[in-house]
């Protein structure tokens, strides 16, 4: 835990964070949600595993990964969005001239959290026929390259456009599990997976889509319990346009491992990427 636990404080119960705000933070305990008020020195975020005590969050456990974002050039810490995520997709919507340095920036927010990048074009029935549709995803898949795993996906949620057997496809990538509303204890923890894209998007219609129109909490990061288990943490719009210190501290080393690459000459096509740990903290 991340912290001891005071003595005399009742019963203590394992619950997730599924929002935090100015007045506290929401909770998704075995029973039913609970409002809790974190003790001092303690700060939630959603995705969190959390022990409450009664009406008091007194201790977070520790993560498993963490998707974070910087909040200006000489940002060093950034700022958490979500936590304990085995995916995050990254949205971008649908255009012909889908800027590659914003869809770069975004991939390496996700693949520094430690956990695995999905990339997801939305909105594809905005495209005038299918080959600029797989021009554009193709595109995509060669900037997927960098980050060994992640998975390119076409969606729309459109039910009548043949983009929607993305929708599908995505569903079947997102974390299963077993444990009503997404909760067990942490040994047994239902999966989750963080969604991050810039403004309009299509994320809230993305999350909708796939939630089946669970209700958010507040303008924050917020979890949201996905249908037979697993759960979604939709995080606030992130402007790729921004400058974002964390996200250039790891492009910068996703570049030099693929300078000594290139250096290094051809490899057997049998041999696996060397795959880049995570920054530290997971930023």
């Not at 599924?18 to 929401?26: A, E, K």
């Not at 009548?160 to 509303?181: F, I, N, W």
């Not at 570049?255 to 096509?269: L, N, S, V």
Request: aromatic share 2%.
């Amino acid at each position: 835990m991340a912290r001891r636990l005071s003595t005399g404080c009742g019963p203590l119960v394992p619950a997730r964070v599924t929002d935090v705000d100015d007045d506290g933070c929401g909770c998704l305990a075995a029973t039913g949600p609970v409002r809790a008020v974190a003790e001092p020195g303690l700060t939630p975020v959603a995705g969190d595993w959390a022990v409450l005590a009664g009406n008091a969050l007194v201790a977070v456990l520790p993560r498993t990964s963490v998707v974070r974002r910087g909040r200006g050039a000489d940002d060093v810490c950034g700022e958490v969005l979500a936590a304990n995520v085995d995916l995050v997709l990254v949205v971008q919507t649908f255009s012909a001239t889908l800027s590659p340095d914003r869809t770069e920036r975004l991939l390496a927010l996700a693949a520094a959290s430690s956990a695995t990048p999905v990339l997801v074009l939305s909105q594809i029935d905005r495209a005038p026929d299918g080959a600029v549709v797989r021009s554009v995803l193709a595109d995509l898949a060669v900037l997927a390259e960098s980050c060994p795993g992640t998975r390119v996906v076409g969606v729309s949620t459109l039910p009548d456009h043949p983009g929607v057997a993305g929708l599908h496809r995505l569903r079947a990538l997102l974390p299963g599990s077993t444990p009503a509303a997404g909760l067990a204890s942490p040994d047994g923890a239902a999966g989750a997976a963080a969604v991050v894209g810039p403004p309009g998007c299509g994320k809230s219609s993305l999350v909708d889509a796939l939630s089946g129109g669970a209700p958010r909490a507040g303008a924050g990061s917020a979890l949201v319990p996905l249908p037979g288990g697993g759960a979604l943490v939709d995080t606030p719009s992130c402007s790729a346009d921004e400058p974002d210190w964390l996200a250039e501290r790891y492009l910068s080393r996703l570049r030099a491992t693929q300078r000594e690459r290139w250096r290094a000459g051809p490899h057997p096509r049998s041999q696996t990427r060397r795959r880049l740990r995570p920054l530290a903290g997971g930023a």
